[in-house]
């Protein structure tokens, strides 16, 4: 039996993409080591210029000895990639994968990126935690976004398999359910209709004791959905935990972005959130850095954060794509970009520092959903991280708070 090697990058939707594949090549192969395999699987991303160039050099690393097959959005975004590998398949194709092997075991170059199957949600169970996506594509028209030349169009999955999936991780021990997708606010429409609270409503039904973490939802489109979205959240099974990428503070560059939304709307959604919720937590995206953010811009975006004060901040260095509306314009030197990320950085770092202080000494129900070496992972029912001194995956535990850093907090069991 051929024996295969497994690596992905990026997203959360990537990494559920790869448990498919893995499924699919588990008919006919066996998962190895990357020295004993006959060939290798690289579930790739291409968002950024630094992740691309790292999974060329693999390729060119790899193929030496080995048949790569490339899979994921790379391939979709970069000649190259496809050009390097004996196989390449996309991300709509991926049931596909042991066809597209054989024709590459075969030293025959296949590029397989779109088939007539219709994807199904698989989750992605890790000891206590499952991540299960609910739709793939969005609806964007992001002129920095290469995810959307790779992921294409909305496809939102049926909530009836949804749920089949959800309960097939509850049953197998998760206790945490993350929903993923591009966008979870668009699910549904390209069906006419957004259907997350709808979905949420289906899941609390579910009748176990479990946590759900919403995925990343755009503002614009989160907006429309507020009031019901709020509704939903009131169940003890939603962690209060929401994820609103602002990308920028300045309603200019968001225009030239085509994000269609204002910074005055991601307020109003942490406002109502943060107000009907007091214990909670809100994540965002920044993008330093773009081609359009002169100084101005960006210090409306550090007016935001310090007025919404989210708790946690993906911040990221604006990095230009081939493919992308954005790629003919004039980039920011790397040094201005760096000193940007430092400045959102060091704030940030401030104001969750003095945050997490406030929460020492306080209990909380924690539920455990990972064992990380000696010490366990746990979540607060808002969604905040507590590393814990002992626990069991899918099993809430009392805890007390002993220590805290800006980026997490600790706990003993009490």
Not at 2 to 23: A, M, P, V, W
Not at 25 to 38: G, I, N, P, T, V
Not at 238 to 243: A, E
Request: net charge positive; with cysteine; hydrophobic share 35%.
């Amino acid at each position: 039996m051929k024996k295969y090697h497994l690596e992905t990058f990026g997203c959360k939707l990537n990494q559920t993409d790869s448990e498919r594949i893995k499924s699919k090549l588990d008919k006919e192969y066996k998962q190895s080591s990357l020295k004993e395999a006959d060939f290798v699987v690289l579930n790739t991303c291409g968002v950024v210029e630094k992740t691309e160039r790292k999974i060329l050099k693999k390729i060119n690393q790899f193929k030496k000895t080995k048949i790569i097959i490339a899979a994921g959005c790379l391939p979709l975004i970069s000649e190259e990639c496809q050009s390097l590998a004996h196989g390449v398949i996309g991300p709509q194709s991926i049931d596909s994968v042991n066809k597209v092997v054989k024709q590459a075991l075969r030293r025959k170059h296949i590029v397989l990126l779109k088939d007539k199957h219709i994807k199904k949600p698989i989750a992605l169970i890790k000891q206590g935690s499952a991540i299960i996506p609910v739709a793939e594509g969005c609806l964007g028209q992001c002129t920095y976004c290469t995810a959307r030349l790779a992921r294409k169009e909305l496809q939102s999955f049926a909530v009836k398999d949804i749920l089949k999936e959800i309960k097939k991780a509850l049953n197998q021990g998760a206790g945490e359910i993350q929903l993923t997708s591009q966008d979870l606010a668009v699910f549904g429409l390209d069906r006419g209709k957004q259907e997350l609270p709808e979905l949420l409503k289906e899941i609390i039904k579910i009748k176990k004791e479990f946590k759900v973490k919403l995925g990343m939802m755009n503002p614009g489109q989160t907006k429309k959905i507020l009031k019901p979205l709020l509704k939903s959240y009131q169940s003890n099974k939603l962690y209060k935990f929401i994820h609103l990428p602002l990308q920028s503070g300045d309603n200019k560059v968001l225009k030239k972005m085509k994000r269609n939304y204002k910074a005055e709307d991601f307020i109003q959604i942490s406002e109502a959130f943060r107000k009907k919720f007091k214990d909670s937590v809100l994540a965002t995206d920044i993008i330093v850095g773009h081609p359009h953010e002169s100084e101005e811009a960006f210090n409306n975006t550090i007016k935001i954060i310090k007025k919404t004060k989210p708790d946690i901040v993906h911040i990221f260095k604006f990095s230009r794509r081939k493919g992308t509306l954005d790629y003919q314009l004039k980039d920011w030197p790397d040094r201005i970009k760096k000193q940007r990320s430092r400045i959102l950085t060091d704030l940030f770092k401030k104001i969750n520092e003095k945050r997490n202080q406030d929460m020492k000494g306080k209990s909380f129900k924690v539920l455990v959903v990972e064992k990380r070496g000696k010490t366990f992972l746990g979540r607060t029912d808002s969604g905040r991280a507590v590393v814990l001194n002992k626990g069991k995956p899918g099993f809430s535990v009392k805890t007390r708070i002993t220590g805290a850093r800006w980026n997490y907090l600790s706990g003993k069991v009490v």
